[in-house]
């Protein structure tokens, strides 16, 4: 009953074309596993005159693999000669062998040996191959690799990628959206592009009208991209990047998708502290981002209201916080959620101090649900619980939801941001985060009121593996006990390492808070109204309302 409990009020956010497009796909799929039709593989038309993205030489993906050998490694997992589906490995790692990435490292002969063997292999519809996802990325891959390895002439390989683009044409993920749709899309961009022919046609032109409606639900005001994490913000930049240059070296300008990578790039640049680190929230692992943003460009503090950011930072002195107090996701897409509403980084002189725990993996289990838990963020757990049910893979069911979010910029240079949430509820919960560029002093001060007594409230700091314990200098009040337990970091999948935490555990009603600061001492007070914070031979005073 729990968990018929949380699948609807999971359902209840989505739209009712999302439902019905996911009732009719898992009928579909069962459908495929009694039927097992074949693969569709028309007669391919004939090639469109275009320029490929990769024309003038491949650009490595730089993958560890030794293809010739047939080596794969994805996701810090190495396998030997692995079949497409094979068992032994994670859904994600089959996914990035059916993307064919990897055709960026390849040599003709190889590729070749590849594409026919996945045609071989995936002669019946169905399964990781067969996924929407996985024939995105690979009708972009097969289009470009046809140019750069000549196989114009090869017709099983034509055949196959013009019914690869068939197929997906009809079964956009609709019930998905979000990121996953704008990979189909530019999949039919690509493929309507490559080849010539009124159905070619019909994809492009209907690739490029939803795309555009996309572009316009998907990419905020403030330029950020509407799912809130920052590493698939950078991969839908990088996509739509990539598809505006293909487009442009095929006679196509769209001054309206040209404006919202601009928009995104501006975003970027924004987030990232100096140095280039992309923070980890929500489900974000490190990406290279220098490609998309100067970071060594200064960049003003503020307040990112349409996705939820708030960025305090002094540029000069590699100074930089930044804090999640918006909505844990788009109503109808809770995929990358993670329940770390009012959870925040701290970068201090360059160095990353207070850290999100990252993603490790996708699998369902024990290691997801932690790294989405509240526990594994810089917030405020109540009572053990998460302040959104997030469960399974992908899913969440309730949802905190923020409200009298402020940004304050005083005149004496401090910064306050200051937010409060129902996670809890009928408690609710109230943090400000108050900054002093100046004296390089950042204080969190949190609230928790209303809902039973008694109840355990726990604050936490999540540090770098790399801090060394000695460099953290900070002071905290309001907490009945302090002490440390074991955490996890992950800057990519497949990888862990442990951290420090520190707790600050009090009860409801619950006030308490910490300082942390660059220099050697800092303490922080309660005082009539709010409290007082020091460091640096000087003093500012928080006022709470």
Request: with cysteine; aromatic share 10%.
């Amino acid at each position: 009953m729990f968990r018929l409990a949380r699948l609807v009020t999971t359902a209840r956010y989505l739209t009712a074309r999302q439902l019905v497009t996911r009732a009719l796909r898992v009928a579909e799929r069962q459908w495929w596993r009694v039927r097992r039709p074949r693969a569709p593989r028309p007669d391919a038309p004939p090639l469109r005159p275009h320029t490929p993205l990769w024309s003038g030489g491949l650009q490595p993906a730089g993958g560890a693999h030794d293809l010739a050998a047939g080596r794969f490694e994805f996701l810090n997992v190495a396998r030997q000669s692995p079949r497409w589906d094979e068992p032994e490995v994670s859904q994600l790692w089959r996914y990035h062998l059916h993307y064919f990435d990897y055709a960026r490292d390849a040599d003709a002969a190889t590729f070749r040996r590849l594409a026919h063997s996945w045609i071989e292999a995936n002669d019946r519809i169905g399964g990781d191959g067969w996924h929407p996802y996985t024939i995105s990325l690979r009708i972009v891959n097969w289009c470009e690799a046809a140019d750069a390895f000549d196989l114009r002439d090869d017709a099983p390989f034509l055949s196959s990628l013009y019914g690869q683009a068939r197929f997906l044409a009809g079964h956009l993920e609709r019930d998905v959206r979000g990121n996953h749709l704008l990979k189909n899309l530019r999949a039919l961009i690509w493929a309507g592009t490559f080849f010539d022919g009124a159905e070619a046609e019909r994809w492009r032109a209907r690739g490029l009208k939803l795309l555009r409606e996309e572009i316009d639900e998907q990419v905020l005001a403030d330029g950020g991209h509407f799912e809130r994490a920052p590493g698939y913000h950078v991969q839908v930049v990088r996509d739509l990047d990539e598809t505006a240059e293909f487009l442009r070296r095929n006679g196509i300008v769209l001054e309206w998708l040209d404006g919202a990578i601009a928009r995104m790039r501006a975003f970027l640049a924004a987030i990232v502290p100096p140095g280039g680190r992309l923070p980890l929230l929500k489900d974000t692992y490190r990406r290279a981002v220098d490609d998309l943003v100067d970071a060594r460009a200064s960049q003003p503090s503020r307040m990112l209201e349409a996705s939820g950011y708030a960025v305090v930072r002094d540029d000069a002195r590699g100074d930089f916080l930044i804090a999640d107090v918006g909505r844990v996701c788009p109503d109808y897409l809770p995929a990358h959620a993670h329940a770390d509403m009012f959870s925040f980084e701290l970068t201090i002189g360059g160095r990353p101090t207070i850290v999100d725990s990252g993603i490790y993996e996708y699998e369902r289990g024990r290691w997801r649900d932690w790294f989405r838990s509240t526990a594994a963020h810089n917030t405020v757990e109540v009572g053990g619980r998460n302040q959104s049910d997030v469960w399974d893979r992908f899913r969440v069911a309730a949802r905190a939801r923020p409200f009298d979010v402020r940004w304050i910029e005083r005149e004496d240079g401090i910064v306050i941001i200051q937010g409060s949430h129902d996670g809890y509820a009928p408690a609710s919960h109230r943090r400000t985060i108050a900054v002093s560029p100046r004296l390089r002093a950042w204080a969190v001060i949190d609230e928790v009121r209303g809902g039973a007594a008694g109840q355990k409230v726990r604050s936490r700091i999540h540090l770098h593996p790399d801090l060394i314990p000695a460099e953290l200098r900070f002071s905290s009040f309001g907490a009945v006990r302090l002490f440390e337990e074991e955490g996890w970091y992950s800057e990519e999948f497949g990888a862990k390492t442990e951290n420090r935490v520190i707790v600050f555990e009090a009860t409801t009603p619950a006030f308490l808070g910490y300082a942390v600061s660059a220099h050697a001492g800092v303490s922080i007070l309660p005082c009539a109204g709010g409290v007082e914070v020091a460091a640096g031979g000087s003093t500012f005073r928080v006022e709470l309302e």
